[in-house]
């Protein structure tokens, strides 16, 4: 092997390093002088994002397996018939105060499993025919 083939395989890689380098340092200029701020934001944005996901993600999984639920709510009004005495409950005396329950504590008050509105719950609870 030749003298003059090593020297021009190392002046090769020599310009092929400088080369590497001077990209390297100018596109390190681009980024820090007009995309550093952008990029940093983007991040921080995405940590908010993925944080705000995984805290909500009952709620948005809730929310999301709604839209393909067809609900419907039946309005079935309560008959009490005005010969019999209601028997109101000591603890709750009026329908405001069981209706601002939320209907989870509205059946652990009255016993009554069954799910409907609750003003159809507390009616039937304060109103025993």
């Not at 393909?68 to 005495?85: D, G, M, Q």
């Not at 000591?90 to 209907?103: C, G, N, T």
Request: hydrophobic share 45%; glycine share 4%.
């Amino acid at each position: 092997m030749n003298n003059l083939s090593i020297l021009r395989a190392l002046y090769a890689l020599s310009i092929a390093i400088e080369a590497t380098y001077e990209i390297g340092h100018e596109s390190g200029r681009f980024y820090r002088t007009h995309l550093h701020k952008y990029v940093v934001h983007f991040i921080a944005f995405t940590i908010a994002a993925i944080i705000h996901l995984w805290v909500n993600r009952e709620s948005i999984r809730n929310t999301i397996g709604s839209w393909f639920v067809y609900t419907y709510e039946t309005n079935v009004p309560v008959v009490v018939t005005p010969s019999v005495e209601p028997f109101v409950s000591p603890l709750y005396e009026q329908l405001d105060e069981l209706v601002s329950l939320s209907a989870r504590n509205l059946r652990k008050v009255t016993g009554i499993n069954r799910k409907c509105s609750k003003y159809l719950l507390a009616s039937q609870y304060l109103c025993y025919a």
